[in-house]
């Protein structure tokens, strides 16, 4: 069983900044790949950024220059520092993983954590 646990959604000002974390639990082998993802109000789930264990990241267009996603190996914990956020910033966003569990590969979700961005 894995767990992933998202923090850090939150109320915000156009421009302003925020972080979002998660950790995943649980019977892990490995984990190749860690990311977010937000979904928007009647929009479909979308790649935020995402992140493998060796460092290569990709950024969906939308946010590079504002975000940067980071990753702890050994805390098996993803970061998602969002900076100069917009309205259109607004959504849940969920954390994925990519990951080894009991010699199986697994694609985990956490339950998502709301971002609004607004005046």
């Known amino acids: 069983q894995v767990q992933l646990v998202e923090s850090g959604g939150s109320l915000v000002q156009p421009g302003g900044s925020l972080r979002l974390s998660c950790a995943a639990s649980?019977?892990?082998?490995?984990?190749?790949?860690m990311g977010w993802y937000r979904q928007a109000p009647g929009k479909q789930r979308e790649l935020v950024a995402h992140?493998?264990?060796?460092?290569?990241?990709n950024y969906a267009d939308s946010v590079k220059g504002r975000f940067t996603i980071s990753r702890e190996n050994a805390k098996n914990t993803v970061y998602l520092q969002m900076n100069s956020l917009k309205p259109e910033d607004t959504a849940v966003y969920y954390c994925?993983?990519?990951?080894?569990?009991?010699?199986?590969?697994?694609?985990?979700w956490g339950q998502g954590t709301l971002v609004t961005v607004s005046s």
């Open positions: 992140i493998t264990s060796g460092g290569i990241t």
């Open positions: 994925n993983a990519h990951l080894v569990s009991m010699n199986r590969p697994y694609d985990y």
């Open positions: 649980g019977s892990i082998n490995s984990i190749y790949r």
